[in-house]
Each structure stands twice: as C-alpha cells, then as structure tokens.
C-alpha cells in the first residue's frame, strides 16, 4: 500500500469511447503526475501538477486530457483513443519540499481496442 | 541528448548470491540518481536513491555506487531472495529540468532461482 489509489485497475474502451481514469493520494503530498508505461520503453512523463496547477504538459495528445480538482485527486479523460494508446497508466505523487521520490499508484491497464 | 540505459535486460541469478545491476547515463548534468523496484502488477517503488555530490550509499541489503566519471550507477542486492524477483528501474534528475522531471531506463527484470 503505497497510499496512491487508482481505478479502474484494468479498462477496455473501444476508439470511440469516453472513459476516465482516476487517482487518489493520501500522503498529503502537493503534487501529482500521470506517466505512461509501455512494454519495452522507459516510463513516460505526460503531465504534472504542482498545487492543483498544471505545470507539465509533455506534448501529450489532446486525446488524453487531466483534470486536477485539488491537491489530493487527478482525473485523465480519455477520448477517441487509438490502439496505440493500449499501456499502463501511472499515478504518482510527490511532496515537492523533498528531492525526487515519486510515490506510484498500481497503475491502471488500459486496452484500446 | 539525456538517455539512462540499462546494460542487460534479464539478470537471472540464484538465491543467495548477490546481484548487481547496471545502469549508464550521459548527462553529466545530473544530480540525483533512484532505483525502482516493479513488481509484477504493481506500480514501482523507491528503493534507494543518491546525489551526485556522494560515489555510495547503503540501504537494507542494497547498496548504490555512482561513479560519475565514467557516468555509471549500480544497484547491488546483497543475498538475493526470490522476493527480489522484480524489473528494476533507474532514473536520474538532470540539474537543469528541475526537481520534477525525472528521466527514467526501460528497466532490467531480475530472475532469482531457489
């Protein structure tokens, strides 16, 4: 238990679909991240936030997009995803006081079918 | 341009040997190195980290060596135990792209036999 919560564990949406996912972190932490992990590629940075304040957009596709209500909740709304798409998607939070250490969520496993 | 790459994809060893595993990084400009563990189905976890300003650093059965010189990080795991199975990951921080953007390896899984 890492105190990073994300659901669903696993989802499949067909390209036309609208899905989210979602991640929770209970460690008081200020800022949240979502990365992107694919077989056989290094982890992905697609967006942080630091304070609810979107501070990274890592040239990610519109099709993706995150919503951060507060410091403790971070959505990504999925949207005409392509099959390409298919990974595993990984929340993680951070006290951003500290160095680097990112505290991971179990990741959510999206299929794009 | 900033790569972290791993030297061996699969290390396969046996219980109770020690493991080391590699990692080589080229921007100089990195200050701050980490290791992940990912278990099967999960998400990575911290195991041990260090700065650029230090070459070792010991943790509970690991130990990290930096060796700026040649740019290369290892990760040793003393007595290795089947729950050590995992892909381990490392990452660096480069000192120039802030705390927040850590650059990541594609990770060397590790096979411990009994």
């Known amino acids: 238990e890492t105190g990073v919560t994300q659901t669903p564990r696993h989802l499949v949406m067909g390209m036309t679909n609208k899905k989210s996912l979602k991640c929770e972190q209970h460690?008081?932490?200020?800022?949240m991240y979502w990365y992107k992990q694919s077989a056989k590629k290094p982890l992905e940075l697609m967006f942080v936030y630091n304070f609810k304040e979107q501070t990274e957009n890592n040239s990610v596709p519109s099709r993706f997009s995150p919503e951060c209500p507060n410091s403790s909740h971070l959505f990504l709304h999925l949207h005409t995803l392509q099959p390409e798409d298919s990974a595993l998607y990984l929340c993680?939070?951070?006290?951003?006081?500290?160095?680097?250490?990112?505290?991971f969520g179990e990741g959510s496993r999206l299929t794009v079918l | 341009g900033e790569s972290v790459g791993l030297h061996l994809p699969t290390l396969s060893v046996q219980e109770g040997d020690n493991s080391i595993i590699n990692c080589a990084y080229s921007?100089?400009?990195?200050?701050?190195f980490i290791w992940y563990k990912q278990e099967s189905g999960k998400g990575p976890q911290f195991i041990i980290d260090?700065?650029?300003?230090?070459d070792k650093r010991q943790g509970q059965r690991v130990t990290v060596l930096l060796n700026k010189t040649v740019k290369h990080l290892s990760l040793q795991i003393a007595a290795t135990q089947p729950g050590d199975s995992a892909v381990y990951f490392c990452?660096?921080?480069?000192?120039?792209?802030?705390?927040?953007?850590?650059?990541f390896g594609t990770g060397t899984r590790l096979l411990v036999s009994p």
């Open positions: 260090i700065r650029s300003n230090m």
């Open positions: 993680a939070s951070r006290d951003n006081r500290n160095t680097g250490e990112l505290f």
């Open positions: 460690l008081g932490h200020n800022a």
């Open positions: 921007n100089s400009a990195s200050d701050y």
């Open positions: 990452a660096e921080r480069g000192r120039n792209t802030g705390f927040q953007k850590l650059v």
